[in-house]
């Protein structure tokens, strides 16, 4: 045993005579040889097949080996405490070894060191990523787990004490092939056209506010189940504007065709040509608060436009509220204030700030 230690490790030092005690380096391949080392063997009667099972799995992943190697220190009682939480038993360890055997090491992004937290990846029919989290409850399996995805629409998942994660992946799949559809027609709004919010969208985000022209836009929120019929809109901007394209919208439903793509038929509906990546730079559209001076505050960019066409000024919700707030000329009936645009002197009028909970 002491000459295949030392032969498989050179880089330990034996640091006495009976060769059981040594110092120096591991690599992660070779740590459950280490177990079982004359001071170890002992400690470690009835968990030897785990160690076994893992190191036979010839895992790329360092994380994993030390995550294992954690868990059976926990597990003998090295690091107990009366605040640590209850361990699962060996085979709780050797059975999730063995799924993700089938399921494939390569799906696995991450798993915690207790072995509660797993994240799979996924890619649907259009090469898109995505990621399955999955936590397992104190009383799995008979407790079903939490499972999570950035999705538009809870994840629901079915789940037996006998259902494994290869099965947990395989719904999450057809969860994933059932929402392409959806991801499609953002997909071809996201890259046609200027989205001025969510700066950042996510898989979950139903939900885009496409640039028209300078302080012009429309916010429009799709149904994940039926992504190509006529989307909830709503046009922003000065009322000038808005006031057209919305008399378009309204005598021009009818035109909406379910077969067409949805930006196909918002050009239809309203009679315009969306600006693009291709024909405009998104600085024209992302015009600074003429009271903060910023584009963004905190998630909310300027929505709120001076009507005077000789104007236009935009301006946060929020800055032009508390602006108009101050000024002893304004006046508030219900929730909206009436005052002077701080630009052109112009009739404004600004709702009262949602007050956050």
Known sequence: MESLLAKDNPLLLPLNKERTLYDGFLTPHNVFYVLFNIALKHLLRGYEHIVKQVNMCKLCCNMLLVAVLSLLLQELGLKR?????????????SQLISEMETLGWDMLL???????????????????????????????PAEAPECSADLPIP??????????????????????????????VLDEIDNQTWILEPEKPSRCDTMRRIAIGNNVSIKVELDPRHPKMLPECC???????????????????????????????????????????ATHEKSDFSVECGICYSYRLEAAIPDQVCNDPRCGQPFHQACLYEWLRALPSSRQSFNIVFGECPYCSKPITVKVAAQKC
């Open 235 to 277: 046009l922003l901007g000065a009322e000038h504007v808005v006031t057209p394209l919305r008399n378009k919208l309204n005598s021009n439903m009818h035109l909406w065709n379910p077969n067409s793509s949805v930006l196909h038929n918002l050009r239809d509906v309203l009679k315009i040509k969306f600006p693009s990546p």
């Open 155 to 184: 994840l629901a998942i079915t789940w037996t004490p006998q259902s494994t994660l290869q099965q947990l992946h395989k719904q999450f799949m057809l969860v994933l092939e059932s929402l392409t559809e959806f991801w499609d």
């Open 110 to 140: 991450f798993i915690d060191t207790e072995f509660q937290t797993l994240k799979l990846k996924a890619e649907d029919s259009s090469g898109r990523q995505h990621i399955l989290t999955i936590k397992f409850k104190s009383k799995h």
């Open 81 to 93: 405490s009366s605040e640590c939480i209850a361990i699962p038993p060996p085979q709780y360890y």
